[in-house]
């Protein structure tokens, strides 16, 4: 578990991003005694979701392209990427360039317990079975490793692939957690109340998702954090008309 991988790829001079350097202190947490999870959401070149755990002092993480599913029939790719420090489990923000660069949204957050004896030979073994204590995830998970991934010809060995899928009991459902649930755990904001939030001008120009799906859901996030700047505007003057507010910072 080493965090260079982490380090290498981000440049903290640019990104709000926590650099894993502090030392945890949890002792007034109420979830001192629990391995801490998160998964946020993550409209960046492409909208994913990534699943971190906490094990032996950093963050385990995955990239979900689909996000988590909470029905038990569906497999969801799970791409396993670098570690990620502890700090980052509360982290919401937006990445304006670089490794990454997009909004990031705290989508949820709770604990979670291994239902295996030794995570790391879970982990060289390839399932990892474990247990959610989120606000949306919850209950019984599996984490498979498939070592096979479809690529453009051919079936070719991929080491990161895993699958996420959903035990079946009392919190599986047919129900669609992605779209049911979409807003911050943090926040309860959408990513453009996140996008207005921030203090930095909004992307003008060299948007992180350039094309599809992605680059769709950033142009209406980016028009709806105008307008909710605009609108913001607006009130603080109605409220305040001697005050110049300048909004360009
Ligand atoms: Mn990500």
Avoid at 80 to 103: M, N, S
Wanted: with cysteine; glycine share 6%.
């Amino acid at each position: 578990m080493s965090l260079d991988e982490y380090r290498r790829k981000r440049d903290f001079t640019k990104s709000p991003e926590p650099s894993g350097e502090s030392t945890r202190d949890r002792s007034n947490e109420p979830d001192a005694d629990g391995r801490v999870f998160c998964v946020q959401k993550h409209l960046a070149s492409q909208l994913h979701y990534d699943l971190r755990l906490e094990h032996r002092g950093v963050l385990l993480s995955w990239a979900i392209p689909k996000g988590p599913s909470i029905n038990s029939r569906d497999k969801r790719l799970a791409v396993h990427v670098e570690d990620h420090p502890i700090d980052y489990r509360k982290f919401e923000g937006v990445i304006h360039e670089g490794y990454g660069a997009g909004i990031i949204m705290l989508w949820d957050t709770g604990t979670w317990t291994p239902d295996v004896n030794d995570v790391d030979d879970a982990l060289k073994e390839g399932t990892l079975r474990l247990t959610l204590h989120g606000t949306k995830l919850k209950g019984s998970w599996v984490l498979i490793k498939t070592g096979w991934s479809q690529s453009r010809k051919s079936l070719t060995r991929k080491n990161n692939s895993w699958l996420l899928i959903k035990n079946s009991d009392e919190w599986s459902s047919t129900i669609d957690i992605t779209t049911s649930a979409p807003l911050s755990i943090e926040s309860l904001g959408k990513f453009e109340d996140i996008l207005a939030a921030d203090s930095r001008k909004l992307w003008t120009s060299n948007r992180p998702a350039k094309s599809g799906s992605a680059k769709e859901l950033l142009d209406e996030t980016i028009t709806r954090a105008e307008t909710i700047r605009a609108s913001r505007t607006a009130a603080a003057q109605t409220k305040n008309p001697s005050q110049n507010q300048n909004e360009e910072n």
